[in-house]
């Protein structure tokens, strides 16, 4: 028979204790933020930055938001393929709207002035979703670009957004978000480039980058 080399001891007693001592305020902790936070409303979250996934989160809490058996649209700026794995998705489900409000990356169209109608017209689609109360969260997928290369004006975009209805919630992404969107928000993420296949040579990845 061939010995069995005892397994590692999980830790001391004084350990133990320490752990569950430090785990009960913490939990204390915790459980106290959760009993304050007693306030409903709908949100607006600005997902901005460098790094990849900030179309992916909010395309999660579509999926969120659909779970609940809730309403969502999607406005899809910028970008104009529909070769996309979340709209095969989604518009495969019952309570999603997704809209293509663009012709592709500016590089691309290389037609400012096209560009500018498309995402006008795309803007007044998104008006009406931000108006309708049986629409429980609009994505504003890359609309942070509509401000940075002026096709609209934040003056045009904040008032629509306020007056939402107060139970709707709004999700912005894009690069380099406008001060007023950060300062409007709620929930703000920076998400951080930090390594990217596609610099390596990788080309886009079907369910990982489109």
């Known amino acids: 028979m061939s010995e069995t080399a005892n397994p590692p001891a999980s830790g001391t007693a004084d350990e133990a204790e320490r752990h569950r001592t430090r785990t009960r305020k913490h939990k204390a902790v915790v459980d106290a933020k959760i009993a304050a936070a007693t306030i409903d409303k709908g949100l607006l979250l600005v997902i901005t930055g460098n790094g990849k996934g900030k179309s992916s989160s909010a395309f999660g809490m579509v999926a969120r938001m659909l779970g609940y058996g809730r309403r969502a649209a999607v ?4 970008k104009g ?21 663009g012709e592709g990356f500016t590089w691309e169209t290389q037609n400012r002035e096209r560009d500018i109608a498309a995402a006008r017209a795309g803007w007044a689609k998104a008006r009406a979703a931000l108006a309708d109360p049986a629409i429980a969260l609009v994505v504003l997928d890359e609309l942070t670009y509509l401000v940075t290369y002026r096709y609209l004006d934040l003056d045009e975009i904040m008032p629509a ?28 993420s920076s998400v951080q480039d930090v390594k990217h296949a596609f610099r390596a040579g990788v080309r886009a990845q079907e369910g990982i980058d489109r």
């Not at 406005?75 to 910028?78: G, T």
């Not at 939402?164 to 709620?186: C, E, K």
């Open 75 to 78: 406005f899809q700026f910028i």
């Open 81 to 101: 393929s529909d070769d996309i794995g979340e709209r095969a998705f989604f518009a495969r489900q019952d309570g999603c709207s997704w809209n293509i409000c």
């Open 161 to 188: 957004i306020l007056a939402r209805p107060p139970m709707q919630h709004v999700v912005i992404t894009g690069r380099s978000a406008h001060q007023a969107l950060i300062d409007a928000a709620d929930t703000v």
